[in-house]
């Protein structure tokens, strides 16, 4: 790359970084730059992607700037928990199956009952997915029951109206 003396955006670059390493980056050549800021340099990654760094970025002693990217994604990655084999009320996680539009993990898991249920890891480790839904319905099933128990037919709504009309009569 070369560039005019008479370039407006062009300075003098007081350290040569072209080809160094720095975690995993390679300083290739220095960008045009206005006067006044930093030099950015083009840099390309092991992961064979390019990206743009200022040069005090690089050369500071804690490194702010290590790779164009993929190593937050790697780390992030490696963070993980793994939540296979573990259960969940009624839900045993079989497999991690991607991550859904908003971007959190989910897996793949298998209820008591014999269903097969995706939820989020978020939603397993807090408790608010516990089963595929069948504790759901059997807890609404149990509650209608004891409504039917505790309510007896001389209750009814329409019962009630006619003994409050013979009262009143």
């Known amino acids: 790359m070369s560039f005019r003396k008479s370039s407006p955006h062009i300075r003098k670059i007081r350290r040569n970084l072209s080809g160094r390493r720095f975690g995993r980056l390679t300083a290739l050549a220095p960008l045009p730059s206005p006067k006044g800021t930093n030099t950015r340099w ?9 990206a743009v760094v ?22 992030l990655r490696n963070r993980l928990d793994d939540l296979t084999g ?8 079989l497999a991690r199956c991607g991550q859904n539009r908003h971007g959190h993990t989910q897996w793949l898991c298998d209820c008591t009952c014999g269903n097969i249920e995706v939820a989020t890891g978020a939603n397993l480790k807090i408790g608010n997915t516990q089963s595929c ?5 059997e807890i609404a099933a149990q509650t209608q029951q004891l409504k039917r ?18 009262l009143y009569q």
């Open 42 to 50: 083009l840099c390309s990654c092991e992961c064979g992607n390019f």
């Open 54 to 75: 200022v040069g005090s970025e690089l050369t500071r002693l804690k490194r702010r700037v290590n790779s164009c990217g993929c190593l937050n994604l790697e780390l």
């Open 86 to 93: 573990r259960s969940f009320g009624r839900l045993t996680v």
């Open 133 to 137: 839904g069948c504790y759901h319905s």
């Open 149 to 166: 128990v505790v309510t007896p037919p001389e209750m009814t709504i329409t019962n009630l109206l006619s003994r409050l009309n013979n």
